[in-house]
C-alpha cells in the first residue's frame, strides 16, 4: 500500500513539475510579465473604461455583449450605457467598433483586428508588453513604430497617458545599420511609469476577461466538480464492495 502512494505521489509531483515548465516557457523572449487577477473586478472595471474610451474607436470585441460585461464586471446597466457604451448599440448587442472596418483599412493600410480573441491568441504578456512598447518613428507612416510588433499600423492610442517614447539606437554596424536596443521616455504623460504600467496591465486583465468569460465562474465550478468525483468514487467502490461479497 506504501508503495503505491509514493508512485501515486512521484507522478503528482511529475505532473506539476511539467505544468509549470509549460508556464515558464510560455510569454516569449524580451516581454515583461503581466500580473493578471480576473477576481480583482476593480481592475476589471478600470481596464474596460480604458478600453471603451481609447480603444474601441477602431477595436470591436465582436463576441462581447454589453449585458454580459455588467453581471461579469458588477456594474449597472445605467453605468455601462453612460460609461462604456459610446456607440449608441443596445445594452443586449455586441460591442462593435465605431469605425468601418472598410475606412480603417484605408487609413492604416490594415483593418483593426477583432480583439476579443487576442489575449487567448497571444498571452497577456504579448499584450501588456505590445502596450507599453510604441516609440516615436517618423520613417513610418502613422509617426509610430513598436518593439514587439516591428512596423505595426497602429498609433500609440495612449501617449497622452504614457508620453512619448523615443528609440534608443546601437552605434552603426559596418553597414550603418542600427538597431533599437531600449526606449527613453522623452516627453512624460499624464501617468507617472508606475502609474501606466497599473494601468496598462488593467486593460490587459480586461482583454484578458474578454477573451474567456466564463474563466472565473469555471475556477469555482471546477472545486464542485472534484468534490462530486471523489464522492461518486466513494461511492461506486462501495457498490463494487457490496456486489462483490456474494460473488465470493
Ligand atoms: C486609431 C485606430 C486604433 C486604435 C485607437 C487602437 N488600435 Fe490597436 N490596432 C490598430 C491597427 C490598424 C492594428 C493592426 C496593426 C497591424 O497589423 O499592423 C491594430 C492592432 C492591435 C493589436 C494586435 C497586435 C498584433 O500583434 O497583431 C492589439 C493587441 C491592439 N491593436 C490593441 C489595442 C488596444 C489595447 C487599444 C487601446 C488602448 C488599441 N489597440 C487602439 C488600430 C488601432
Not at 503581466?34 to 473586478?41: C, F
Not at 460609461?83 to 483599412?105: C, K, S, V, W, Y
Not at 487567448?120 to 513610418?140: C, E, H, I, M, W
Not at 497599473?198 to 471546477?222: C, H, I, K, M, W
Amino acid at each position: 500500500m506504501t508503495k503505491r502512494i509514493h508512485i501515486f505521489l512521484a507522478l503528482t509531483l511529475a505532473l506539476l513539475v511539467g505544468a509549470v515548465s509549460v508556464q515558464a516557457s510560455e510569454g516569449g523572449a524580451g516581454l515583461m510579465s503581466a500580473n493578471i487577477n480576473l477576481r480583482d473586478q476593480a481592475s476589471l472595471q478600470r481596464g474596460a473604461k480604458l478600453f471603451f474610451n481609447y480603444c474601441s474607436g477602431c477595436h470591436s470585441l465582436h463576441y462581447m455583449r454589453y449585458s454580459r460585461m455588467a453581471r461579469d464586471l458588477g456594474l449597472t446597466r445605467k453605468e455601462v450605457m453612460q460609461n462604456l457604451n459610446f456607440t449608441g448599440a443596445r445594452f443586449q448587442g455586441h460591442a462593435i467598433a465605431a469605425m468601418p472596418e472598410a475606412d480603417a483599412e484605408k487609413w492604416f493600410g490594415k483593418a483593426p483586428p477583432d480583439l476579443s480573441l487576442m489575449v487567448a491568441q497571444k498571452g497577456p504578456d504579448y499584450v501588456y508588453s505590445y502596450l507599453n512598447s510604441f516609440y516615436l518613428d517618423p520613417t513610418r507612416p502613422v509617426g509610430w513604430n513598436n518593439t514587439v510588433f516591428p512596423n505595426a499600423s497602429m498609433p500609440n492610442p495612449l501617449w497622452e497617458l504614457q508620453g512619448l517614447q523615443v528609440a534608443k539606437l546601437s552605434t552603426p554596424d559596418s553597414k550603418g545599420k542600427t538597431e533599437v536596443i531600449g526606449l527613453d521616455l522623452a516627453r512624460p504623460g499624464s501617468m507617472t511609469p508606475a502609474q501606466f504600467h497599473a494601468a496598462s496591465n488593467d486593460l490587459t486583465a480586461f482583454l484578458t476577461y474578454v477573451s474567456e468569460p466564463v474563466a472565473v465562474e469555471r475556477q469555482s465550478l471546477g472545486i464542485w466538480v472534484l468534490l462530486y468525483l471523489a464522492a461518486f468514487t466513494l461511492l461506486a467502490y462501495m457498490l463494487k464492495r457490496e456486489y462483490w461479497k456474494d460473488v465470493h
